[in-house]
C-alpha cells in the first residue's frame, strides 16, 4: 500500500438535517458488512494534552465519526516499524513513512486492521467509534499491539 491515507476513506455523515439537530451517521447496514457487523459503539472525549492510540489491531476494524472538534489522524505500517527492530521510534526511520491527515466534525474515516494509528486532538473534541469487537475490562490489550505513532519530539508543531 502506497498511501495509508487512502485507508480512512474520509467523507461526511450519510444525512444531515438542515438546521443540524439530526444527524444520521449511518443509513442501512452497508458499511457494517464490510467490517463483519457493528458490536460496539464507544463515546470519547479527547483534550489536547491526551493521544489517542499508538498502537494498531489485527481484528477490530473501527469507524470513527467526529461530532465535535478537530482530530490529526497519524498512521504508520507496524511491519516497516517492526521490521526496523523497534517498536518506539525515535526519530523518522529510512523506509517508516508517518502520514498525517486533519479530520474535522462532521466527517467519519476508516481505521483499518494492521496499520497503526493515533489520535491527536486540536483541542477538546468529542468522537463516537464503531467497531467489529467488543470491548473487555477483563482483558483491555485483546487485539491491541502497541507501535508509537504519535511523538510530540517528531511532529512539535501542528498544521
Keep these: 500500500m502506497t498511501n495509508l491515507i487512502d485507508t480512512l476513506n474520509i467523507r461526511p455523515a450519510d444525512n444531515v ?15 457494517f458488512k464490510k467490517i463483519g457487523g457493528l458490536k460496539q459503539i464507544v463515546f470519547h472525549t479527547l483534550t489536547s494534552k491526551k493521544v489517542g492510540g499508538n498502537h494498531y489491531h489485527k481484528e477490530k476494524f473501527e469507524i470513527i465519526y467526529v461530532i465535535e472538534g478537530i482530530i490529526d489522524v497519524y498512521l504508520r505500517d507496524p511491519i516497516q ?12 526511520k529510512p523506509g517508516v513513512i508517518t502520514y498525517k491527515q486533519r479530520v474535522f466534525q462532521g466527517q467519519k474515516f476508516n481505521l483499518v486492521p494492521g496499520i497503526a494509528h493515533a489520535l491527536h486532538s486540536q483541542g477538546k473534541s468529542k468522537i463516537m467509534e464503531f467497531t467489529n469487537l467488543t470491548f473487555n475490562p477483563e482483558n483491555q490489550k485483546n487485539d491491541v499491539y502497541d507501535c508509537e505513532v504519535f511523538n510530540k519530539q517528531l511532529f512539535p508543531t501542528r498544521f
Design 17 to 31: 438535517v438542515c438546521d443540524g439537530n439530526l444527524i444520521e451517521v449511518f443509513r442501512g447496514e452497508g458499511e
Design 81 to 92: 516499524v517492526l521490521k526496523l527492530g523497534k517498536k518506539k521510534i525515535e526519530g523518522e
